[in-house]
Nanobody
């Protein structure tokens, strides 16, 4: 099991930027695919982005492509989500996730953090 703690959420205006971070501890971090889900009020959780254990492969949901960038630093046991050109529909609680493989991760079969709130205001 791996433990995940998110940080970096907050309030930002439309068009602004935020950088989320997720610190991992527990089992060998570098063997895990990592990613982000989000859940907006009244909606189901949705996949946002993922990165392979090597960091060589990244995946994004269509609505964030070109605006969000996921990265990882295995030396610091941390992943990041750089979010640019934020829109009101990006408002959600963002969850860091970790799993042994990307397929399981994309389906939500993963370890989850507690979440961090991102609010994009007009």
């Amino acid at each position: 099991q791996v433990q995940l703690v998110e940080s970096g959420g907050g309030l930002v205006q439309i068009g602004g930027s935020l950088r989320l971070s997720c610190a991992a501890s527990g089992r060998t971090f570098s063997n895990y695919a990592m990613g982000w889900f989000r859940q907006a009020p009244g909606k189901e959780r949705e996949f946002v982005a993922a990165i392979s254990w090597s960091g060589d492969n990244t995946y994004y949901t269509d609505s964030v492509k070109g605006r969000f960038t996921i990265s990882r630093d295995n030396a610091k046991i941390t992943i990041h989500l750089q979010m640019n050109s934020l829109k009101s529909e990006d408002t959600a609680v963002y969850y860091c996730v970790a799993s042994g493989d990307l397929v399981s991760l994309s389906r939500g079969f993963a370890s989850w953090g507690q979440g961090t709130q991102v609010t994009v205001s007009p």
